[in-house]
């Protein structure tokens, strides 16, 4: 079992960056894929990148492609997601999630354990 605890979220300007953290308790942190997803009020989880054990394969939504980057530190038990060009439509709560698999997944339902989430708000 692993538990996560996200970290970083907070208000920000348009156009502006957050990195966020995910910390995972245990020592097999590195025998599940991570995903980080959103949730806007009244809106459904959804994804946003994903990595596999090892880091190197990753992957993420179309909406964030080429502002948003995932990576993981293994030795540190801590995944990132570093946001930059913060747009007001990325303003959510943020949650990491931690799937028993080698690769991540788009579906949230794909994962076992999630953290309890860090609200992001993208001011205009």
């Known amino acids: 079992q692993v538990q996560l605890v996200e970290s970083g979220g907070g208000l920000v300007q348009a156009g502006g960056s957050l990195r966020l953290s995910c910390a995972a308790s245990g020592r097999t942190f590195s025998s599940y894929a991570m995903g980080w997803f959103r949730q806007a009020p009244g809106k459904e989880r959804t994804f946003v990148a994903a990595?596999?054990?090892?880091?190197?394969?990753?992957y993420d939504a179309g909406s964030v492609r080429g502002r948003f980057t995932i990576s993981r530190d293994n030795a540190k038990n801590t995944v990132y997601l570093q946001m930059d060009s913060l747009k007001p439509e990325d303003t959510a709560v943020y949650y990491c999630?931690?799937?028993?698999?080698?690769?991540?997944?788009?579906?949230?339902?794909?994962?076992?354990?999630w953290g309890q989430g860090t609200q992001v708000t993208v001011s205009s």
């Open positions: 999630a931690a799937r028993t698999a080698y690769s991540g997944s788009s579906y949230k339902d794909e994962y076992d354990y």
């Open positions: 990595i596999s054990r090892t880091g190197i394969s990753t």
